[in-house]
């Protein structure tokens, strides 16, 4: 009977821990991925912003249905696959891209940066962030429909 007992008491705690738990809120779901996306900041960078990108700033645009991600890089325009599991994302290689010579660093500090994405979340509504592993490497403002 001592056992019967100690079976019920755990099974009602259990019961109640279910009933009373807290529900997992989910910051936002993999849909407020889709849409264009301009780069704000770039994390680690000496130059500043404004310098590294003086004609264009970047683009992304997510394609959830199709899965295609695509944008520039501030010079070179660029199209891909893209996967995402939870908030894991990575970008399939390779990316099919346009070739024009670009001037500065700002291309290849964002392209490297992209390179290494491996997760994302999002800071509010209009705000995306790309981390790689725990640091966040690039911060993006969601653009209006165009």
């Not at 910051?27 to 994390?43: C, I, P, R, Y």
């Not at 894991?88 to 990316?95: D, G, I, N, T």
Request: aromatic share 8%; charged share 15%; glycine share 6%.
């Amino acid at each position: 009977s001592v056992a019967l007992f100690s079976a019920c008491i755990i099974l009602a705690c259990k019961s109640a821990q279910t009933k009373n738990a807290t529900p997992l809120v989910v910051m936002k779901d993999t849909l407020s991925l889709n849409g264009t996306w301009q780069l704000k900041s770039v994390a680690g960078i000496s130059i500043a912003f404004e310098k590294l990108y003086t004609r264009k700033i970047p683009v992304i645009r997510f394609d959830l249905a199709t899965r295609q991600v695509s944008g520039h890089t501030s010079c070179n325009s660029f199209s891909g696959e893209f996967i995402t599991e939870g908030f894991k994302l990575s970008f399939a290689e390779p990316m099919t891209m346009t070739k024009m010579a670009c001037p500065g660093d700002g291309e290849n500090v964002f392209l490297s940066n992209l390179q290494k994405i491996t997760a994302y979340s999002f800071t509010d509504d209009t705000t995306l962030n790309l981390s790689a592993g725990e640091n966040i490497a690039l911060i993006l403002g969601r653009r209006a429909a165009q």
